[in-house]
């Protein structure tokens, strides 16, 4: 299980840290993404980390911005989503994968455990 938190209104430049709580998994392998969905807009991997060894992928949109991280002992992924733009509204989801492949570790359909979405909302 996966639960999202976090989200809100901020104004254009703004900051946001969004958690991901994950429970029943292993740290051992997998990975946890984060992804988003903006009205009429397809679902956009925007960042993932690969549980195995922590590393990171990033989207081109996000990239420089936000920032993934984890803190195994409170089984909790972050995403720190710095100088935030109007374009990063959207409802955001975070997801565990069973099994990463690094070359879809952005692809949704890798994932097999959701969360419901928190709403990000950045406007003035």
């Known amino acids: 299980q996966v639960v999202e938190s976090g989200g809100g209104l901020v104004q254009p430049g703004g900051s946001l840290r969004l958690s991901c709580a994950a429970s029943?998994?292993?740290?051992?392998?997998?990975?946890i993404g984060w992804f988003r969905q903006a009205p009429g807009k397809e679902r956009e991997g925007i960042s993932c980390i690969d549980n195995k060894d922590g590393k990171t992928y990033y989207a081109d949109s996000v990239k420089g911005r936000f920032t993934v991280s984890r803190d195994i002992a409170k089984n909790t992924v972050y995403l720190q989503m710095n100088s935030l733009k109007p374009e990063d509204t959207a409802v955001y989801y975070c997801?565990?994968?069973?099994?990463?492949?690094?070359?879809?570790?952005?692809?949704?359909?890798?994932?097999?455990?959701w969360g419901q979405g928190t709403q990000v909302t950045v406007s003035s």
């Open positions: 029943g998994f292993t740290w051992d392998y997998g990975a």
């Open positions: 997801a565990a994968a069973l099994l990463l492949h690094p070359i879809r570790a952005l692809n949704a359909r890798e994932y097999d455990y």
